[in-house]
């Protein structure tokens, strides 16, 4: 019988970096073999009693359930290996050719034949993307020539229903399109076999399909949800935020810190966490003042947060049932309620100079916001008064 173990820094020795790699040693009998898994580790981040990546190591939990995939992998062959009746070796575990190499394994090869072209920040986002392509696929046991037009559609849906935007979502495909390009490199993939050719990535355009309508606005405005308060709070969370238009992020953390009343007006004032630029927003204004009466209803529900908390499954969920209780022509997400909102404001005429100040877009710095601020609220109050 062949004794399948993880093992970590199996030659005693470091890299430069400080690391040691994990590897599957298989022995039988005096013979050993070992699988390079190709996963770095520093040695305070290993558990030696239970052979496992320790619970302080950035994305522990996916590459535990890799390593005990690999070894179930090895038992699996040795159950083949014993039902042909003849002596083996460990040598004999590894007869499998490139070509069958599983879409895992060749992508965390590749990932480490750029380990020194590619900052560990996009080694961690190539590994979110391997993660989300194996939960969609529901197994492990699969080659990158099994992929094809429809999944790719499939997987640009499911990242959809994440609330991603469709600059995030062409990105996370752009990363499985590299792995698609090495694999025609390398020979595993004939170049008419790979299935990018006929896939579009989505516009930004694309987002308006997932942006509600005024009207569905106003049906989930006159929603009675008394009977569900999760339910209710995200109806009130989704509309609260097509009249400030935050992104997701900054709208689930706003704490108490970040409300203030100026001039008998209540405001919003907060650091973003994509451009790390601070934004204000004035709620007495936006939406007619709408979301003050939000905010007014969910004061003292939480001590440190303006809204009680929600996990991310829960949201999508009940943003679900609100698209099929007001029956919505089409999907929406919380991206599409800022959208809407930035829409809306556009559709009054807010000059499109103000509308990126307001939204805080990239190209706008910090000092520019803050100079603009009171021209902006003067703006504004005067396009709620038209409207």
């Known amino acids: 019988m062949a004794k399948i173990t993880k093992c970590y820094n199996y030659r005693n020795k470091l890299n430069a970096e400080g690391k040691a790699q994990i590897v599957i040693r298989i022995s039988v009998g005096k013979e050993k073999r070992y699988h390079n898994t190709n996963y770095w580790i520093e040695p305070h981040f290993w ?45 004999d575990f590894f007869e499998e050719t490139k070509e069958k190499e599983n879409f895992t394994d060749w992508c965390e090869k590749v990932i480490t034949e750029r380990r020194n072209t590619v900052s560990d920040k996009h080694k961690s986002l190539y590994r979110k993307v391997i993660s989300e392509v194996v939960a969609l696929k529901k197994t492990e046991n699969f080659k990158i020539k099994d992929l094809n037009l429809d999944f790719l559609y499939q997987y640009q849906n499911f990242l959809l229903k994440k609330d991603l935007d469709p600059k995030t979502i062409n990105k996370r495909l752009q990363m499985l399109a590299m792995f698609e390009n090495e694999a025609i490199k390398s020979g595993l993939l004939k170049p008419s076999e790979n299935c990018f050719l006929d896939y579009k990535y989505m516009k930004e355009t694309d987002k308006e399909r997932y942006m509600p309508s005024k009207e569905e606005v106003e049906k989930l405005e006159s929603l009675d949800l008394k009977h569900n308060k999760e339910l209710d709070l995200v109806r009130d969370l989704f509309v609260f935020n097509c009249y400030v238009g935050m992104r997701n992020e900054d709208l689930f ?98 000059p499109i100079n103000d509308l990126q100040k307001f939204a805080n877009h ?23 008064k038209q409207s």
Do not use: W
């Open 253 to 350: 953390s706003l704490t108490y810190d970040n409300l203030s009343v100026e001039n008998g007006e209540t405001i919003l004032h907060f650091t973003e966490h994509k451009t790390q630029k601070q934004n204000r927003k004035n709620v007495s204004i936006l939406g007619y003042g709408k979301g003050v009466r939000i905010l007014e209803k969910y004061r003292g529900q939480d001590e440190t947060f303006l809204f009680p908390r929600l996990t991310d499954v829960k949201i999508r969920k009940y943003v679900e049932t609100l698209r099929t209780v007001i029956q919505a022509r089409l999907p929406f997400t919380f991206y599409g309620s800022r959208h809407f909102c930035l829409s809306d404001l556009a559709s009054k005429g807010l």
């Open 362 to 384: 990239s190209d706008i710095r910090t000092t520019q916001f803050y100079l603009h601020s009171q021209t902006m609220d003067k703006t504004l109050r005067e396009l709620f």
């Open 47 to 91: 558990d030696e009693k239970k052979a496992e990546v320790k619970k302080t190591f950035p994305n522990f939990q996916t590459i535990n359930q890799r390593l005990n995939s690999i070894v179930k992998q090895y038992q699996d062959k040795e159950i083949e290996l014993i039902n042909t009746g003849k002596p083996y070796t460990a040598k």
